[in-house]
């Protein structure tokens, strides 16, 4: 008979200093990976280079660190559920292709628009009213469109480089992550994300796979800047666009928290003893 058992309680210490270190280096491949593969596609769509693409990855890195802090200090307290959301780049990418990069510009200024009607929203407990309507159908579709979107890019740079042995190694770390979380016991068990993607990395450097002019362009050291594309007011189409991408990003996020309280315990999202590292057991 299967189970879930809670690694750690979400008001529990860590154990030992190699799991401190472990867990975090874990957030921060996995943070990475979300970041490179989201929003390094938004800046190379924008036309992006040395500099300019360091600052603006530098600034997602920034806030998504900055937004993971505050939700595990005074929001719903699960670390590993905060993170980049694809929404927006897709919304920016077709802002993009209708209008222009300088309009595509303007839909940074109207993102940060869009983020404080949402937050205010949030605030407001407007979320969770609609999340009454928008139920975990309509979310998962939602989610399964995105991910079609996305696999649509995936699948055009599969193309572009052709089958072959670097496909299968992808594929087979992707099946592996599942089989590491599923069969994997004790402290192996908690950390597929980290061992598939250091691997993935290992292999692919190894064998010359790597583009590291991408790495080698950038300057060591990067700092945000407010309004680094001007601070243009963007038109009132991009900025009710931004809202609906922003509000759709906010219930996924909804969606993602009360799964994982269903999941980790019964009394409510920030209830003590939710768990923040989860892993399957077997009796």
Known sequence: MSKIELVYGLDEKPRSARDIAIYSFQWVV???YCVVWGYAVVGLGLGFTGEAMAGYMATVVLMTGLSTFVQVYAGHRFA????????????????LAIGGREYALLSFNAQAIAGMVVFVLGAAGVVGYIS?????????????????????LGASLIAAHGPGWPLLVGIGLALSAG??????????????????IVAGYAIFISA????WEAVTQLPLIAIPKFFPYGAGIPPADLIVTMIIVNFMAALNLYGNVTGWGSISGPSGLRAPGEAFVLRIGHR
């Open 208 to 211: 010359g796979l790597f583009d």
């Open 30 to 32: 996995t943070l990475f």
């Open 132 to 152: 009454k309507v928008w139920s975990p159908l309509v979310l998962g579709s939602m989610v399964m469109m995105v991910g079609l979107a996305i696999a649509g």
């Open 179 to 196: 089989v590491i979380s599923i069969k994997g016991r004790g402290f192996i068990s908690t950390i597929p994300t980290l061992i598939v």
């Open 80 to 95: 590993m559920v905060s993170g980049p959301n694809i929404i927006p780049s897709l919304a920016i990418l077709s802002a």
